[in-house]
Structure formats: structure tokens, C-alpha cells
T-cell receptor, first 117, second 113 residues
Framework: DAGVIQSPRHEVTEMGQEVTLRCKPISGHNSLFWYRQTMMRGLELLIYFNNNVPIDDSGMPEDRFSAKMPNASFSTLKIQPSEPRDSAVYFC???????????????FGPGTRLTVT | DAKTTQPTSMDCAEGRAANLPCNHSTISGNEYVYWYRQIHSQGPQYIIHGLKNNETNEMASLIITEDRKSSTLILPHATLRDTAVYYCIVSVAGGTSYGKLTFGQGTILTVHP
């Protein structure tokens, strides 16, 4: 299994530009999570989906952030417009809920390091 | 979810057992204890979880006290590659939680030669 795939691995953009981060979860998993990590705030959950439906987006910092999951194998996190304070490492994780599996056994991708100048 | 308290940092000699404590004195009866670790520049990695019985897998052992107010993650033979931040997380399984995890600051474990 290839694990959770994220792209790009690194992104450098200028303030005001739109940024799109992509995630491909592990095949067969039905929950997907987007996290953000900074030195100041640690690892924060932004939003998570179950069966492609957003369940909780209370961690999304503001309206500039949006996330979609059009199908079971793809999700995007978009920031428009981007700001320097959005600079962070963004992780995507997936897990299997139901069928006896533990939903807390999440598998994380390698992350996307975003720098907004 | 119950709050957890972990030491900020710990050291361990290579080849020795690393015992990482976690306090979760307000844990509820339906809350599980989960451990993750994050090696520098990588995504967090699931290690182990338990409810009230001790658990062991290929990576580690989890010892939960009888009153469930604290637990210890044991890496039996620590290697340099075990140097990482270790997170202890308490969460309710099932219902509408769908696996939502809240990460704290964790314990920085440094394994030295």
C-alpha cells in the first residue's frame, strides 16, 4: 500500500495567492482528516470527513480556508487568499471507521510545507 | 475528551527501555488511551491504544493503571530511531466522534548512544 499521498510536498507562494493542497487517502479508508502544524500552536485538526461528508470543520481558522472531498480517493484543502500566518506544515490523515477497526488509528501523509511570503 | 499531562522531555540510553508516563486523571469509562509519535519532519505515526487492559504490539507496550488515571508507554529496547515526540491522547470511541484526535504538546524523547 502506498500510504497517504500528499502533494505538493513543498509550496512557496506570495501573499494573496490561492493555494491548493491535495490528498489521496489509503484505499478503503472512509475517514479523512486535515491537520496543520506550527511551532506556536502545535498540531491542530482543521476538518474531517466521513464517507466524503464533512463532519466537523470547527477547526478551520476562517473563511479563507475551504476543504472538499469529491470522492473517496481525493480531497483538497484550499486557502484563498493566502497570508504569511498560514505558513505551516499541513498533514492529511485517513482511517477506517466501522467494521471493528479503530477510527483513531490514523495514517498520516508526509505533509505539505507551505511558506507564504 | 479528558485532558492529558506528559513530561516535556525525557532521555533514554540506546538499548534500554524507555518508559513514557501520561496522566489522564479525568478519563471517563468509555475513553480510550492512544499513543502516537512524530519523528522529525514526518507525519505522526500510530503506536498503540488501550481501554483498561495492558496492550502489546510489535512497537511497544501500554500499561494502564487499574484506576485508569495514568498510563505508561514502554519501548522495550530503545534505538536512536525512536527519538521523537510522543503524544498521549484520550478520546471516546464510536458515536459521532469518527476518530477525532486532539494532540497536546507531547514528550520529546531523546535516545542517546
Amino acid at each position: 500500500d502506498a500510504g497517504v499521498i500528499q502533494s505538493p510536498r513543498h509550496e512557496v507562494t506570495e501573499m494573496g495567492q490561492e493555494v491548493t493542497l491535495r490528498c489521496k487517502p489509503i484505499s478503503g479508508h472512509n475517514s479523512l482528516f486535515w491537520y496543520r502544524q506550527t511551532m506556536m500552536r502545535g498540531l491542530e485538526l482543521l476538518i474531517y470527513f466521513n464517507n466524503n461528508v464533512p463532519i466537523d470543520d470547527s477547526g478551520m481558522p476562517e473563511d479563507r480556508f475551504s476543504a472538499k472531498m469529491p470522492n473517496a480517493s481525493f480531497s483538497t484543502l484550499k486557502i484563498q487568499p493566502s497570508e504569511p500566518r498560514d505558513s505551516a506544515v499541513y498533514f492529511c490523515a485517513s482511517s477506517l471507521v466501522g467494521g471493528g477497526a479503530s477510527p483513531y488509528e490514523q495514517y498520516f501523509g508526509p505533509g505539505t510545507r507551505l511558506t507564504v511570503t | 475528551d479528558a485532558k492529558t499531562t506528559q513530561p516535556t522531555s525525557m532521555d533514554c540510553a540506546e538499548g534500554r527501555a524507555a518508559n513514557l508516563p501520561c496522566n489522564h486523571s479525568t478519563i471517563s469509562g468509555n475513553e480510550y488511551v492512544y499513543w502516537y509519535r512524530q519523528i522529525h519532519s514526518q507525519g505522526p505515526q500510530y503506536i498503540i491504544h488501550g481501554l483498561k487492559n495492558n496492550e502489546t504490539n510489535e512497537m511497544a507496550s501500554l500499561i494502564i493503571t487499574e484506576d485508569r488515571k495514568s498510563s505508561t508507554l514502554i519501548l522495550p529496547h530503545a534505538t536512536l530511531r525512536d527519538t521523537a515526540v510522543y503524544y498521549c491522547i484520550v478520546s471516546v470511541a464510536g458515536g459521532t466522534s469518527y476518530g477525532k484526535l486532539t494532540f497536546g504538546q507531547g514528550t520529546i524523547l531523546t535516545v542517546h548512544p
